[in-house]
């Protein structure tokens, strides 16, 4: 007897064996993945790879439910032992669970093999940031033919505090001027809306006036053959634009994203106003910046004080 795994959406079934192998039902899990969750085509590709290796360690033909938590233990000590770092363990691990989740609910096998399961313990890390003036460093004029493009996309991404993909994914009509706001698709396609400050407002009017597009190029930032820009083009143009203006050569957009909640912090907001900008899922992501903060106030104090250094003699 086969079993329909039915697909929301007007997607056509997937049909599957009662006992799918372990090739099979990650196929569909993958298929599932993309057309009903509706994940990004980049958390996609991570699952792909990270269960392809999985598949590979226990065999594309065996059948799912024989497979068992000590395979998968197993299978992370290999991982460890060809000097994966913690996080990309912490990651595989997730990838696997997250699909034993989705078979126990099939009815492909009971258990999650992989609940309970520990990675190696992660080592805290900080999040980089650049200070205001590197920011600002970034947005001085040069005479790059599409400066006006990234000036714009630069005051976009850093001022609304955006991922690269979301700033290259924002369409004509995710902007309203009127309300000086942007309608945000973030991670899983969360909605979000986030305000313009008024600097961005500026570069991004000056950029639209001369956008040349053909009317169906619903895209706001275009390449110079009038098509969306890439999110490698974004981190190129980033390096380019530091060894020209003289920033920090190690901006990354992530780090402008990082910084963009550093310097709110600093200003006093909220943590969760912060949270919300961000599209931040839990507060504890958020919660990350407190502690930046916190060790840049130490540096300072160390710094400054008069009687942060010791006595001698």
Request: one cysteine or more; a positive charge; charged letters at 25%.
């Amino acid at each position: 007897m086969a079993i329909v795994l039915r697909l929301p959406n007007q997607i056509p079934a997937v049909e599957m064996k009662a006992d799918p192998c372990l090739k099979e039902a990650v196929t569909s899990f993958l298929h599932e993945l993309a057309d009903v969750r509706l994940a990004s085509k980049h958390t996609v590709s991570a699952y792909r790879r990270d269960l392809s290796r999985f598949t590979e360690h226990c065999g594309e033909e065996r059948v799912l439910k024989t497979i068992t938590r000590m395979q998968v233990q197993d299978w992370l000590v290999h991982c460890h032992a060809s000097g994966l770092a913690a996080s990309t363990l912490a990651r595989r691990l997730s990838a696997v669970s997250s699909f034993f989740d989705a078979a126990v609910h099939a009815g492909w096998c009971e258990t999650n093999v992989a609940a309970g399961v520990r990675p190696p313990k992660q080592p805290k890390r900080l999040p980089r940031t650049l200070p205001p003036e590197q920011t600002q460093a970034l947005m001085h004029q040069t005479d790059r033919a599409s400066d006006c493009r990234d000036l714009a996309l630069l005051a976009v991404m850093y001022g609304c505090g955006l991922r690269v993909s979301e700033v290259v994914g924002l369409n004509l009509h995710d902007i309203d001027m009127h309300q000086f706001e942007l309608r945000v698709f973030g991670k899983g396609r969360k909605e979000r809306i986030v305000p313009l400050p008024q600097g961005a407002i500026q570069y991004l009017q000056a950029y639209l006036a001369e956008r040349i597009a053909p009317a169906e190029e619903q895209a706001v930032f275009l390449n110079k053959y009038s098509k969306r820009l890439s999110v490698r083009s974004v981190q190129r143009m980033l390096k380019d634009r530091a060894l020209t203006t003289g920033a920090d050569i190690s901006v990354t957009p992530h780090r402008l994203r990082h910084s963009f909640a550093t310097h709110l912090l600093a200003g006093g907001v909220d943590l969760r106003a912060i949270q919300e900008l961000l599209g931040h899922a839990s507060l504890a992501t958020t919660e990350r910046y407190t502690h930046l903060d916190i060790t840049k106030l130490t540096e300072v104090y160390d710094q400054t004080h008069p009687r942060a250094k010791k006595r001698t003699g």
